[in-house]
């Protein structure tokens, strides 16, 4: 089970979001948080900023980067209060974590000693990613943690109900056992989701799913659609049945999600709730 959450947080709107779901779950599992602030070291180094400063004849970029290097830290430091204030308040101790490097690289790392990290979808600096789209940071660390990552939307709602998108591969059968364990412990109904037009693949993945779920004490349905993933996966989250959505990760091979996309990317983009990624 889930016994310590990683939340990173930057001191924007959607990490304070995060924050808020990172109680939430730590008060109904019973979790140690940790709140991690990292300095983006890009911000210190970056190239822009060197130019910059010779053409508007600031000091050279060396006399100005220790004064930098403070008025980050001090940030951080009031951040990572801020976030020990709000957690103690709901009647947590958490852990914090200061460290400077490349964002999320340092999410990566400390996320090896947890067993969730709750991420908001856009932060301060989602336009330092690699692509410079919104998710894209998210994205890089689902694809990469190896831990389940929990992408979090604009708005907070508590969770009731959960539900499972199942496609029969690995990372579904992750989801699927990580769904499981959620939904006995806090009590809540799943329903898992099957999106296909074949019958016999829907019986098939259906039984899979059933034959699972058997040992747990878990409140579930199960339901056939058929059409596009993302697409079906978007319209039963904008329906309103549940507050949290699991599945799998990139379960197809990159090139496949090269030429057709990726169902992953399009539900972390857009979903209204909180998506919990496991690969």
């Known amino acids: 089970m889930i016994e310590k959450i990683l939340i990173p947080t930057d001191g924007s709107d959607g990490g304070k979001t995060a924050l808020e779901y990172g109680i939430y779950l730590a008060k109904r599992l ?5 709140g991690l602030h990292v300095v983006d070291i890009r911000l210190m180094q970056g190239p822009l900023f060197t130019d910059i400063s010779g053409s508007i ?7 100005l980067l220790p004064f930098m290097q403070d008025g980050l830290d001090e940030r951080a430091e009031h951040i990572l209060e801020i976030f ?11 852990e914090t974590i200061k460290s400077i490097g ?3 690289e340092s999410i990566i790392e400390a996320g090896k000693e ?3 990290i709750v991420l908001a979808r856009r932060g301060e600096h989602f336009h330092f990613t690699t692509s410079g789209m919104i998710g894209s940071t998210a994205e890089s660390i689902v694809r990469k943690s190896g831990k389940p990552v929990m992408v979090i939307p604009e708005v907070f709602k508590e969770i009731e109900s959960v539900g499972l998108a199942y496609d029969g591969s690995v990372p579904a059968d992750h989801a699927l056992k990580l769904a499981a364990e959620l939904a006995e412990y806090t009590s809540w109904p799943l329903t898992a989701i ?5 019958p016999s693949t829907a019986d098939n993945r259906s039984t899979k799913i059933e034959n699972f779920l058997e040992p ?5 349905e199960i339901i056939i659609l058929a059409g596009k993933e993302d697409r079906e996966i978007l319209r039963f989250i904008q329906d309103g049945s549940v507050e949290l959505m699991i599945m799998g990760a990139y379960g197809h091979n990159r090139l496949r999600e090269l030429i057709v996309g990726s169902t992953t990317s399009s539900i972390i983009r857009k979903s209204t709730i909180p998506v ?4």
């Open 216 to 220: 747990f004490k878990v409140d579930s």
């Open 276 to 279: 919990l990624l496991t690969r």
């Open 194 to 198: 099957i999106i296909t037009d074949n």
């Open 102 to 104: 490349i964002v999320d």
């Open 57 to 63: 004849g600031l000091p050279p970029y060396q006399e």
């Open 30 to 34: 019973g979790a140690q948080i940790t």
């Open 114 to 116: 947890t067993d969730l």
């Open 84 to 94: 020990s204030a709000k957690c103690e308040q709901c009647g947590l101790c958490p």
